[in-house]
């Protein structure tokens, strides 16, 4: 199993840009979670879902769109960058709410 | 509003010396959790607790929940380098639909 996978791993974006970070597992989870960390700041919940077309808001929603079309995929969409949306990204999965998270190796994206 | 307190934030000790860290809420978790992050990857967990009151062990570390489910320690006996790390506390908020709050990390340094 390769467990929760993440591209890109590096990306660099202008302002106003648009990209969609990229999320699977193959756990057959229920559960898949966007977060970013920033410094000073931990982990913050952006997007969560938990269920294929089932999604929610977390605690930093604006400016980000997530689908999940299929329990495999979660991708997180930004619709147009922002430096404040510089940041590490990480995807996670979960059997549930209050079970363990697998977390991917994260995305790092800056926003010039 | 941070909702879970993790002291101390940075913590720089040599090997061979114990520590305790500490994840402190005013909130009500249904599960609380302890995750290890090394540079450049995501966080891995290391135990869950979820009754009040509860202790676990794994190897060197000892998690303890607290008796009323709002707070929780880990003790580090003979701190080694490879102990070195973000150590993050999360938790399931019964106050917020018990959705994951994460605390921002003590940064824990083992000097050989």
């Known amino acids: 199993n390769a467990g929760v996978t993440q591209t890109p791993k590096f990306q660099v974006l202008k302002t106003g840009q648009s990209m969609t970070l990229q999320c699977a597992q193959d756990?057959?989870?229920?559960?898949m979670s966007w977060y970013r960390q920033d410094p000073g700041m931990g982990l913050r919940l952006i997007h969560y879902s938990v269920g294929a077309g089932i999604t929610d808001q977390g605690e930093v929603p604006n400016g980000y769109n997530v689908s999940r079309s299929t329990t495999e995929d979660f991708p997180l969409r930004l619709l147009s960058a922002a430096p404040s949306q510089t940041s590490v990204y990480f995807c996670?999965?979960?059997?549930?709410?209050?079970?363990?998270?697998?977390f991917g190796p994260g995305t790092r994206l800056t926003v010039l | 509003t941070q909702l879970l307190e993790q002291s101390p934030q940075f913590l720089s000790i040599q090997e061979g010396e114990n520590l305790t860290v500490y994840c402190n809420s005013s909130?009500?978790?249904?599960?609380l959790q302890w995750y290890r992050q090394e540079p450049g990857e995501g966080p891995v967990l290391l135990v869950t607790?979820?009754?009040?009151?509860e202790v676990k062990k794994l190897k060197r570390l000892t998690f303890q929940f607290g008796d009323a489910r709002k707070d929780s320690s880990l003790h580090i006996t003979a701190a080694q380098p490879g102990d070195t790390g973000l150590y993050l506390c999360a938790g399931a908020d019964k106050n917020r639909d018990d959705k994951i709050i994460f605390g921002k990390g003590t940064r824990l340094h083992i000097l050989p």
């Open positions: 756990m057959n989870h229920e559960y």
């Open positions: 996670a999965s979960s059997t549930g709410t209050y079970g363990e998270q697998f």
């Open positions: 607790v979820v009754t009040g009151g």
């Open positions: 909130s009500v978790f249904s599960s």
